[in-house]
């Protein structure tokens, strides 16, 4: 099937470009939430392949695994923008104290 090996090129394409190009810690969870979200598009896309087109062989585990790994991504995306608005409110105040 094509979309283990699909996931592996992304993974690769995706931790190779953290590493070259360095983003600030700050973006990681962005970027985890855009490397899931096109791991479960081209998951989704592959199984609706191959039930359209080869309706008696597919496997679902690519997409279960992919549904997960989004899964957790966006948790750990929505802490992010949880907790990110708080550091901008007393970064502000640290700013006012300081300009006082």
Not at 62 to 77: A, Q
Not at 78 to 99: E, G, H, V, W, Y
Request: net charge positive.
């Amino acid at each position: 099937m094509l979309a283990p090996w699909i996931w592996s090129l992304v993974t690769v394409i995706f931790l190779l470009g953290i590493k070259i190009y360095k983003p600030p810690k700050s973006n990681l969870p962005v970027i985890l939430m855009g490397w899931s979200a096109c791991i479960l598009i081209v998951s989704t896309i592959v199984f609706l392949d191959r039930i359209l087109l080869d309706s008696t062989h597919y496997q679902w585990e690519p997409l279960i695994l992919s549904v997960g790994v989004f899964g957790f991504c966006f948790s750990l995306y929505c802490r992010f923008i949880r907790l990110s608005p708080n550091k901008q409110k007393t970064s502000s105040k640290k700013s006012k104290a300081k300009a006082c």
